[in-house]
């Protein structure tokens, strides 16, 4: 046995691949040996993965075993080391620089490996018997016995003995890890021979990036860019009509008196988002039923005018976090078997998510959408019935569509485009792995992230002003971390009876979304941004009849315009702007908006009139 930093590893070998003294475990890197592992089994092809490590990478191999090239893969791959291994084995890791430990077993169990807690250990083994002499007093497992887990499942006949290692780490520890990573990847983002900025919203993923950059600037002496002045970071925000219902500058300017930045506003009014409506549409090269790209594309000029070329953004935080509202009710589709006990009982859990899918649908109806709540369908059952995509594809754009474009390319599915969009491979760990939250954030991500957030809200209305953006919540490593935490670490039941329940949640009990950010961020933040609930950036969607978005919108949506388009029907859509101006319907503002930027994009990069017959050209 061999201790590293209070962690013991040790090993009864059995002689097989270098019979020498050198075959002996744990196996180490170095010097200096940061690393440590020991296996029992045996891997194959492992003089092929050999001699590439020793052509590719700087490890010194001390053996001719098939085992030491674990330690190899490892430095070389990380955690995804395990893919490169052929054969059966059990396998305990230790990386003493990283504090990482890693217990693992071949993909059949041909090799067994056991793990129970003892006196707040963890103790791993490849028989039970070994952690007798370490304490372990065995107890009978009768339920196990009774229902056949010892042969069925994961539990074996002893009580609190089992053969897979199940999700240990404590919530502190999760908190801990993700402000790690998020505050390594802030800071790897603040160098640059030009002035680096941040854009503020009222939301927390922007606040939190504020907060850890004034925290790294102030209390551990990075630098920001090229900027001299290192007390004092400089933030960006957006503000809109105070009585739009969608401004949220009022909150971003509290957390900036909070953090102490310099603090620079652009407002946005009706004759500002029409002023602009036309060439933010040129740049994104596509269009989008919500006007926030107008914003974007305006609060990318701010920076500018101020001497900034590089700013630090929020966006992803939503996609890895859990932060929208269209996930609850995948959340709640199946139990997080991570926490035992569950958080809350399988009632409550079945009663919320019949709510939640009943008020989503009826939130969707309640504007002119329409989400499906049915199971069976083709694109749900290629998903393991995951909801989300019907959020995704609510907005039925091709209502607006000619007659002809059915005949030509059929009925539109796009539910069935985005399950399509999911390769074979995924689909299989969806339905058999992955609980249906992390189901639901890969095909939003896949999609809305890549194609919207990145898109309209992101690179190309930054770059428009020559504004280079970096993401620190899209940050790979981050990313990897995230993804392997539990579902109910990202959204959260809080009862109300716990004191913790947000201000504007219900009084009985709420779920709370972005939990484990929230609780990471809370040292870079205002308490008001820790209690409030999810605000999605939204531009306002209620314009006066007759105002500089009505008149504009007049201008373009015209028949000669429409029929030019030649796959939009203008008897559908000759009343689009009477409906959104006047009769103040939310859908129709969202559709004439969309058709308005089909035209400024037909209009300036002269796209050829779509025809019946053209999809066989």
């Not at 069925?152 to 009580?159: A, K, L």
């Not at 290692?165 to 520890?173: C, F, G, N, P, Q």
């Not at 999810?534 to 500089?548: I, L, R, V």
């Amino acid at each position: 046995m061999q201790l590293y930093n209070e962690k013991g590893l040790g090993h009864v070998r059995l002689s097989i691949n270098d019979l020498s003294p050198a075959g002996a475990q744990p196996f180490h890197n170095g010097p200096p040996s940061t690393i440590h592992a020991v296996i029992n089994g045996e891997l194959y092809d492992h003089d092929r993965i050999r001699d590439e490590l020793m052509r590719t990478t700087k490890f010194t191999f001390h053996s001719t075993s098939d085992c030491e090239i674990v330690i190899a893969l490892y430095e070389r791959y990380g955690l995804s080391f395990l893919e490169h291994l052929r054969g059966e084995f059990a396998l305990c890791l230790y990386d003493a620089e990283t504090q990482v430990f890693v217990a693992a077993r071949d993909r059949y169990g041909i090799k067994p490996l056991f793990w129970t807690m003892q006196a707040g250990r963890l103790l791993v083994a490849a028989e039970a018997k070994a952690f007798l002499p370490l304490g372990w007093q065995p107890e009978w497992d009768v339920k196990s016995l009774a229902e056949g887990g010892w042969n069925n499942d994961e539990r074996t006949i002893f009580r609190d003995v089992q053969k897979r290692l199940k999700d240990i780490r404590t919530e502190a520890e999760m908190i801990e890890n993700v402000r790690k990573h998020l505050l390594e990847s802030v800071r790897l983002r603040l160098r640059a021979d030009v002035p680096v900025g941040v854009y503020l919203s009222g939301g927390i993923d922007s606040s939190v990036i504020a907060g850890m950059v004034t925290h790294l600037v102030r209390e551990q002496g990075e630098k920001i860019g090229n900027d001299r002045e290192t007390e004092r970071v400089s933030c960006f925000s957006i503000a809109f009509d105070e009585d739009s219902g969608f401004d949220e500058s009022p909150i971003a300017n509290r957390t900036a008196d909070f953090l102490g930045v310099k603090y620079f506003k652009k407002h946005m009014n009706e004759a500002e988002l029409a002023k602009r409506f036309e060439d933010a549409t040129w740049h994104c090269e596509h269009y989008n039923p919500d006007l926030n790209f107008v914003g974007k594309f305006a609060l990318s000029e701010l920076p500018r005018e101020h001497g900034f070329k590089v700013v630090l953004t929020g966006e992803g935080a939503d996609e890895h976090f859990s932060g929208y509202q269209v996930y609850l009710p995948d959340y709640l589709r199946e139990p997080d078997t991570s926490f035992q006990p569950p958080l809350f009982p399988e009632s409550l859990r079945i009663e919320q998510f019949e709510r939640a899918e009943r008020d989503l649908a009826d939130y969707y109806s309640s504007i002119g959408a329409y989400m499906s709540t049915s199971s069976d369908t083709l694109p749900r059952r290629m998903l393991n019935s995951i909801s989300t995509p019907a959020s995704m594809a609510a907005f039925r754009i091709d209502s607006l569509f000619a007659s002809w474009t059915k005949k030509e390319y059929g009925v539109p599915e796009p539910e069935l485009t985005i399950a399509n969009n999911v390769d074979g491979r995924v689909r299989s760990l969806m339905t058999d792995k992955w609980h249906p939250l992390h189901s639901a954030q890969y095909v939003w991500t896949k999609g809305h992230l890549a194609n919207i957030f990145l898109s309209c809200l992101g690179d190309r209305t930054e770059m428009a002003h020559s504004i280079e953006a970096r993401t620190p919540f899209l940050d790979h490593k981050l990313t990897e971390y995230v993804n392997g935490l539990p579902p109910s670490v990202k959204m959260r039941w809080v009862a109300a009876s716990d004191g913790q329940t947000p201000t504007e949640s219900a009084q009985k009990g709420a779920f709370v979304e972005k939990w484990i950010l929230r609780e990471a961020a809370k040292p870079f933040i205002t308490d008001e941004l820790y209690k409030r609930r999810k605000h999605p950036y939204s531009a306002p969607t209620t314009y006066p009849e007759n105002g500089p978005l009505n008149e504009l919108l007049q201008h373009l949506i015209t028949k000669e315009n429409v029929e030019e388009l030649g796959f939009v029907d203008w008897d559908i859509t000759r009343d689009l702007v009477y409906r959104a101006f006047v009769g103040k319907e939310a859908l129709a503002m969202r559709f004439a908006f969309s058709v308005a930027q089909w035209v400024v994009l037909s209009q300036r990069f002269g796209i050829k009139r779509a025809e019946m017959g053209s999809a066989f050209l």
